[in-house]
């Protein structure tokens, strides 16, 4: 098992950054891969980026890609997303979640284990 919390979100203007936090408890996190998504209100669950535990990469959405960075401590075991210059189409409940292979995964059915959400809201 697997808990996760996320942390971080706020209301920021466009242009502005936000840092979200997801911290685990549980299972060893140095084996956890992590996924963070986002649902925007009216639209599905969509992937934002992912760190699978097997190596140091990172994977991102190309609405990300550039102004998004995901970062993770395994001392804290607690993952990060740094946002930058965010848009009003970020505006959304962002979630981390977790899975334990070591494959990239950007299809939310494959993660097993989700945080609560934190609602980032970026005004115009």
């Known amino acids: 098992q697997v808990q996760l919390v996320e942390s971080g979100g706020g209301l920021v203007q466009a242009g502005g950054s936000l840092r979200l936090s997801c911290a685990a408890s549980?299972?060893?996190?140095?084996?956890?891969?992590i996924g963070w998504f986002r649902r925007a209100p009216g639209k599905e669950r969509e992937f934002v980026a992912t760190?699978?535990?097997?190596?140091?990469?990172?994977y991102y959405a190309d609405s990300v890609k550039g102004r998004f960075a995901l970062s993770r401590d395994n001392t804290k075991n607690t993952v990060y997303l740094q946002m930058n210059r965010l848009k009003p189409e970020d505006t959304a409940v962002y979630y981390c979640?977790?899975?334990?292979?070591?494959?990239?995964?950007?299809?939310?059915?494959?993660?097993?284990?989700w945080g609560q959400g934190t609602q980032v809201t970026v005004s115009a």
């Open positions: 549980g299972r060893n996190f140095r084996s956890v891969s």
């Open positions: 979640a977790a899975h334990s292979s070591s494959d990239v995964y950007v299809d939310d059915r494959l993660y097993q284990y």
């Open positions: 760190n699978p535990w097997s190596d140091g990469s990172t």
